[in-house]
Every structure is written in C-alpha cells, then in structure tokens.
C-alpha cells in the first residue's frame, strides 16, 4: 500500500548530503515505527535505519554502513519522518523507501512493514 510519500531525493556528488522527507498520506502514521530502506539496479532491497518514537521512549536502528553518516528522526506534529544523509558515498545510489509497521518486531527485515512509500531516487556521483 502506497500511504506514505517520500521526497528530497536528487542527485549529489559524493560527500554531499541530502534529507529526505517521509510524509502521511490518507492516514496518520504518529504511532508507527518508521523504517528506510533503499534498492539498487540488480540488488536487493536492504535495511538503512528504523526508528520507533513512543510512550517507552525512543530508540534508533542504523544499517553498519551509514552508521554515523545518516541520521532517522521524526516530526510528530507533521507526521513526518525524515532520513538525513552526510558523507554520501557512491555505492549510498538507490531508490530510497520509507515504510511503516504499527508494531515493529524486526526492523531489518522489510516483509515486517505494512506501509510504504513510492520511493525516491538518490544518486551519488564520484
């Protein structure tokens, strides 16, 4: 289901940085864990980081390879959950996904998520 819309995706030389946006769409999300994820041409989908934002407090999730170099944080008033992306690096060149699960179990894995996004394209050039 296509309820949530991404944005912000461009084209960036490496070293660069980008944030994209993750908005609702039809529907509120605020109670939901948020997750990124991105594809490459000929490659599978793969976790980038995975938040969860309630009562017990927040926790973070980040792929080994943007540790350090992007960033997953929230808006609740906006409903909105954005990826900040530094030190881009080339092989970072995917369409990025946003996705949402009401109850996150494994955040790694994205047959958990129930919602998702269009996409948005990020490539980094060298």
């Known amino acids: 289901q296509v309820q949530l819309v991404e944005s912000g995706g461009g084209l960036v030389q490496a070293g660069g940085s980008l944030r994209l946006s993750c908005t609702a769409s039809?529907?509120?999300?605020?109670?939901?864990?948020k997750g990124w994820f991105r594809q490459a041409p000929g490659k599978e989908r793969e976790f980038v980081a995975a938040?969860?934002?309630?009562?017990?407090?927040?926790?973070?999730y980040y792929a080994d390879s943007v540790k350090g170099r992007f960033t997953i944080s929230r808006d609740n008033a906006k409903d909105t959950v954005y990826l900040q992306m530094n030190s881009l690096k080339p092989e970072d060149t995917a369409v990025y996904y946003c996705?949402?699960?009401?109850?996150?179990?494994?955040?790694?894995?994205?047959?958990?998520?129930?919602?998702w996004g269009q996409g948005t394209q990020v490539t980094v050039s060298s």
């Open positions: 996705a949402a699960v009401r109850l996150l179990s494994d955040y790694r894995d994205f047959a958990r998520y129930d919602y």
């Open positions: 039809g529907r509120t999300f605020s109670n939901y864990a």
């Open positions: 938040g969860t934002w309630t009562w017990t407090g927040t926790i973070t």
